[in-house]
């Protein structure tokens, strides 16, 4: 009887059959991992039934494996560069921002179109807010943030110049303590011979994730700071006509001389302090842009107001 030998890419057995006898042979050589042999019902040819293996190839765990984690640093490292972009784009809108607002006066002196444009990067810069819950990064809100632009039109008649003369608006602020959950806003004014302000005490409480509710409870008028060394020139010019003030310097120092007294006196008083009752004394603000320089907020009126942190290389034009 003839011995049939199959070579086969996988282990198998081949059974060789007669009326008489039968025999079982393995002769197989291993040369690609499998994942499943299954048999085939077995063929008759001249009197031998020859037993075929069916196979199906898949690829390793390991090649899998190796796949996955390349995949995986892929898009790793699609998100980062994604991200630093973003940062970078953040950055540059921001100082786009800051630009804006050089010589505008808080939004005073702004034309529509420069109104306009600092419109559209404060919709950029809220579209890449970093900061979704301001209320639960009470640390970013913490500190004292300068008042840089306005749309809040009840603020134009005090940042204008002409109500009283030689008087001006020198800085509006917002300082927030967060671990008492307080806000004092402040108006600084100053003028040749002076300087104070007028400040507002107030309680906030968290109403959402961006959203707090302020309550004002006190007013202040600071005590004005006189300044008690004024620097009297030699001449002054009206149309370019010049207006020489020698010969009344003796008047002018006298003048000088009782204005350090007053002023030495008015100091030393204590500020003035009212109460702000009643419901007109609350608000609310919504702050939609928040990080370590900038901070939007939107009023109950619909006002927007832009402030940079006190230190930010943003106040800096």
């Avoid at 995986?72 to 994604?82: C, M, T, V």
């Avoid at 921001?94 to 404060?122: F, M, P, V």
């Avoid at 008083?269 to 939007?296: E, M, V």
Wanted: net charge neutral.
């Amino acid at each position: 009887m003839t011995t049939v030998q199959l070579f086969s890419q996988f282990p198998c057995k081949t059974r060789v059959s007669s009326s008489s006898n039968s025999k079982s042979l393995s002769n197989s050589q291993i040369l690609m991992p499998m994942s499943s042999i299954t048999r085939r019902p077995a063929l008759s040819t001249g009197g031998i039934a020859v037993s075929r293996a069916d196979f199906r190839v898949r690829a390793t765990d390991g090649e899998d494996k190796w796949g996955s984690e390349t995949g995986k640093r892929g898009s790793a490292l699609l998100l980062a560069e994604e991200a630093i972009e973003s940062v970078e784009e953040t950055e540059r809108l921001k100082r786009s921002l800051a630009d804006s607002l050089y010589g505008i006066d808080r939004g005073l002196n702004a034309s529509s179109e420069t109104r306009a444009e600092i419109g559209d990067l404060i919709t950029q810069l809220e579209s890449k807010n970093p900061t979704p819950a301001p209320t639960e990064a009470l640390f970013l809100l913490n500190g004292k943030w300068i008042l840089a632009y306005t749309s809040f039109v009840g603020l134009f008649p005090l940042l204008s110049r002409g109500i009283v003369p030689l008087i001006k608006v020198d800085e509006i602020s917002q300082t927030i303590d967060s671990d008492n959950f307080t806000v004092q806003n402040s108006v600084r004014f100053a003028g040749p011979l002076a300087t104070t302000s007028i400040s507002t005490n107030a309680k906030f409480e968290i109403r959402s994730p961006k959203r707090v509710q302020i309550k004002f409870e006190q007013g202040v008028i600071g005590t004005p700071q006189l300044t008690d060394s004024i620097e009297i020139p030699e001449y002054f010019e009206v149309l370019g006509q010049k207006i020489d003030l020698n010969p009344i310097k003796g008047l002018l120092t006298s003048v000088q001389d009782t204005a350090s007294s007053v002023a030495r006196t008015i100091s030393s008083q204590p500020p003035l302090k009212f109460s702000l009752p009643g419901d007109n004394a609350q608000s609310w603000l919504l702050t939609t842009y928040l990080d370590k320089d900038i901070r939007i907020s939107r009023g109950d009126g619909g006002s927007v107001f832009v402030l940079i942190k006190e230190g930010s290389p943003l106040l800096n034009p």
